[in-house]
């Protein structure tokens, strides 16, 4: 068995990444938010996804006057609240869908806007068509330390491969192509969660330039010598790429393309570390799925299924020298409630783990050798 220690992903490690950082518009201080909205909040190795929980949306009306008036029934705002529009058609000349307005002279029912707090009330011309809605919330609360606010729902699309969630993914057309520099000796890659056609990797070194590279087909064949499945059978990829082999090259950088000609390149798990050797898997292996879906059942007999995640588990058997149990329990030890990559086998992907151990147990089987029994539980 071999255990990957990844190394933690930061600006400083992820030098580029072809991936682009516009899921949704970047947080604004002086923005407005309805419920269910989202923003990206980017700072130093932060690249986060908050979806607002509060704020109220609602359908108005507003007339073509000096000043517009905005009708909507006991709606409670106080003067200089800010608010935004949105509609189905078009706003009236002199208001623009998603500009943050103020709120001005507030009645029962009834209000004008302003362009800034305390200004003067907007006056609109022209014409107006749809259905308008207003939103309205606060201010100044910035998603990272306001949680009454906002709910931090994931990372940005770029950065799905590098957290430690095993069932998101980076996606992005044709490839995805990120270069790293560990910072330290890193003999492994694994990635997980593959759908892609190969596998590119090159490392090249500050002062000797190109000092690795290799390539892997992700497609297998599935002809079984007949000539019919070559032609029609479904195209099966490998789903994980695991290269043992990099060569030690302190502060390298390393490239690796994700590549899909043609489609969308998706990478659940990139992990890239040191490699430790706890000695020889034992044939017995054995690796299950957890599903966390869930099916309810009506009185008709009829059914709904919620789909989620699914994480793996993993009971294998070690044959440890003795002269060596000691220190490889301590190397145990040090892993303990810490997510790293377990490979029982290097031939199939499925006994592959990103996880934690949950129990491990030593048996002093003989003189030279010791048994070490284990069980991985792989993160959702």
């Known amino acids: 068995m071999i255990v990957l220690d990844p190394v933690t992903i930061t600006d400083a490690i992820l030098t580029s990444t072809s991936v682009p950082e516009t899921d949704y518009a970047a947080y604004s201080a002086t923005g407005v938010y309805g419920p269910g909205e989202r923003v990206i909040v980017v700072a130093t190795d932060v690249h986060d996804i908050y979806q607002q929980i509060l704020g109220t949306s609602a359908t108005v009306t507003m007339t073509i006057a000096a000043p517009c008036e905005v009708s909507q029934v006991a709606?409670?705002?106080?003067?200089?609240?800010?608010?935004?529009?949105a509609t189905t058609g078009a706003l009236p000349t002199g208001l623009v869908a998603g500009t943050t307005y103020y709120v001005k002279s507030p009645v029962a029912d009834t209000f004008n806007v302003s362009a800034t707090a305390g200004g003067a009330a907007i006056t609109t011309t022209g014409t107006q068509s749809g259905v308008h809605t207003i939103t309205q919330n606060a201010i100044g609360q910035t998603p990272a330390?306001?949680?009454?606010?906002?709910?931090?729902?994931?990372?940005?699309?770029?950065?799905?491969?590098?957290?430690?969630v095993n069932n998101t993914q980076t996606s992005n057309a044709e490839s995805i192509i990120v270069e790293v520099t560990p910072a330290q000796l890193a003999g492994g890659l694994y990635l997980g969660?593959?759908?892609?056609?190969?596998?590119?990797?090159?490392?090249?070194?500050?002062?000797?330039?190109?000092?690795?590279?290799?390539?892997?087909?992700?497609?297998?064949?599935?002809?079984?010598?007949?000539?019919?499945?070559?032609?029609?059978?479904?195209?099966?990829?490998?789903?994980?790429?695991?290269?043992?082999?990099?060569?030690?090259?302190?502060?390298?950088?390393i490239q690796v393309a994700i590549n899909k000609p043609g489609g969308t390149a998706k990478c659940g798990m990139f992990s890239i570390g040191p490699l430790t050797t706890f000695g020889f898997t034992v044939f017995g292996l054995g690796a299950e799925d957890k599903d966390y879906s869930s099916t309810r059942f009506g009185v008709d007999g009829s059914s709904s299924t919620t789909v989620?995640?699914?994480?793996?588990?993993?009971?294998?058997?070690?044959?440890?020298?003795?002269?060596?149990?000691?220190?490889?329990?301590?190397?145990?030890?040090?892993?303990?409630?810490?997510n790293v990559v377990f490979i029982g086998s290097s031939t199939y992907g499925h006994s592959i783990v990103f996880g934690k151990y949950s129990s491990f147990k030593n048996v002093i089987a003989d003189v030279p050798i010791s048994r070490m029994a284990l069980k991985i539980d792989g993160v959702i």
Not at 308 to 336: E, W
Request: aromatic residues 14%; neutral net charge; hydrophobic residues 40%.
């Open 75 to 85: 709606h409670g705002y106080a003067a200089n609240a800010p608010v935004k529009f």
């Open 145 to 164: 330390t306001s949680p009454l606010y906002w709910a931090l729902v994931g990372v940005m699309n770029a950065y799905k491969m590098f957290d430690a």
């Open 193 to 253: 969660g593959l759908d892609a056609n190969e596998i590119v990797t090159t490392m090249t070194d500050p002062v000797e330039g190109v000092v690795y590279t290799s390539t892997e087909s992700l497609i297998q064949s599935t002809s079984g010598s007949s000539y019919y499945n070559w032609c029609f059978a479904r195209i099966r990829r490998k789903n994980f790429h695991l290269n043992l082999d990099l060569p030690m090259y302190y502060g390298a950088t």
């Open 308 to 338: 989620r995640g699914y994480s793996k588990i993993m009971t294998l058997d070690v044959v440890i020298y003795n002269d060596v149990i000691d220190s490889a329990i301590d190397q145990l030890r040090d892993f303990r409630q810490r």
